[in-house]
């Protein structure tokens, strides 16, 4: 029998915190223009007008806002504040003034310590095939590297109109389906689960193309944050059952992120250097405009997630199978793309 009074709330959730990532976000858009918080144009670029950039900040404060009205005070929540904190004043001075990425990576990191540290959420130990690997003293790096590669990952695909906050807005939905399945409502990972989507959702209104505000680099490494502590917090509970699902759910920008690395080893550049050959661009050379580009790509971060859902509710051959078609039918894309290599250069 459904209890109606888990789903209302649920509902409650979201809503309100669209409502208030709505609103507040015309106030963002007038504090960028005046510190001069903005998106200059240059030939990397695919907009062409200067744009505000402190768009992360309204996720933020929702993110707070929600916390205060729906959120339970624990040792865990009190990390992830810290954290957040940390990451957003981080991301918001690089949006007034650009930071070199040594510092961004410095206060990423502290803000993971904390999370590992003062609020205990570690990738201690998973489970692959049967196969139970309790990874000791090499957890604190691990969660580490998990944390920041989330929080990159995220940011690096941030690169047209509401790309970044319409994949992350996926990842919240996805994990809620999958909580809904479950009737797992009553861990901190589900309840973050649902404020950021309605943040995400009400931002996303402003943000898709045409974008009237960018998330930044405040808005792409909080919520790459947030997705981190979501699936450190979700894994081991009955949420996630499996640390595969979100890195099923993140697939595109995984594999976006590691196409860039690729790329940038065989051109002998620096792996943090910006370029104009990720997955969005290679789609915009193929002739798709900008808006469809977009919409390509939340197809395929849906395709995963619905293998997502699949493995989740213990079909993880069936889940497993979708997740091979879909990076085929990626590869196959790649394949007409310059994203690994420029194919002039093979003349």
Not at 216 to 238: E, P, Y
Request: charged letters at 15%; aromatic letters at 12%; proline letters at 3%.
């Amino acid at each position: 029998m459904l209890d109606l009074t888990n789903y209302t709330h649920i509902l409650i959730i979201i809503f309100t915190c669209f409502v208030f990532s709505f609103l507040i976000t015309f106030y963002i858009k007038k504090i960028a223009r005046h510190i001069g918080a903005m998106d200059i144009p240059n030939k990397r670029k695919v907009h062409k007008v200067p744009m505000p950039r402190l768009g992360g900040l309204g996720i933020f404060l929702t993110f707070l806002f929600g916390y205060m009205l729906f959120g339970v005070q624990s040792i865990q929540m009190n990390a992830i504040l810290i954290g957040a904190f940390i990451i957003i004043i981080t991301g918001v001075i690089d949006d007034i003034s650009p930071l070199g990425a040594k510092t961004k990576l410095l206060g990423q990191t502290i803000a993971a310590l904390i999370v590992i540290f003062y609020g205990g959420i570690i990738l201690d130990k998973i489970t692959i095939g049967g196969l139970h690997l309790d990874f000791g003293i090499f957890a604190y790096p691990l969660t580490i590297i998990f944390i920041l590669g989330c929080i990159n990952i995220i940011n690096l695909i941030d690169g047209l109109d509401g790309l970044s906050t319409g994949t992350c807005a996926i990842f919240y939905l996805t994990i809620g389906i999958i909580a809904f399945i479950k009737s797992s409502f009553g861990g901190l990972d589900v309840s973050l689960t649902f404020i950021m989507l309605g943040a995400s959702l009400g931002f996303l209104c402003h943000n898709f193309y045409p974008a009237k505000i960018f998330s930044g680099d405040s808005g792409s490494m909080f919520q790459g944050f947030m997705i981190s502590t979501i699936s450190l917090l979700g894994f081991k509970t009955v949420t996630m059952t499996s640390f595969f699902i979100p890195l099923l759910l993140l697939g595109i920008p995984i594999l976006d992120t590691l196409f860039a690395i690729i790329r940038r080893i065989i051109k002998k550049q620096p792996i943090y250097m910006p370029d104009k050959d990720h997955l969005h661009h290679q789609l915009l050379k193929l002739g798709l405009s900008h808006r469809n580009t977009v919409l390509a790509i939340y197809a395929m971060n849906i395709l995963f997630a619905f293998a997502s859902i699949i493995y989740a509710i213990n079909d993880k051959k069936l889940g497993m199978c979708i997740y091979i078609v879909i990076f085929i039918l990626i590869t196959l894309i790649i394949a007409k793309t310059s994203i690994i290599s420029d194919k002039k250069e093979k003349k």
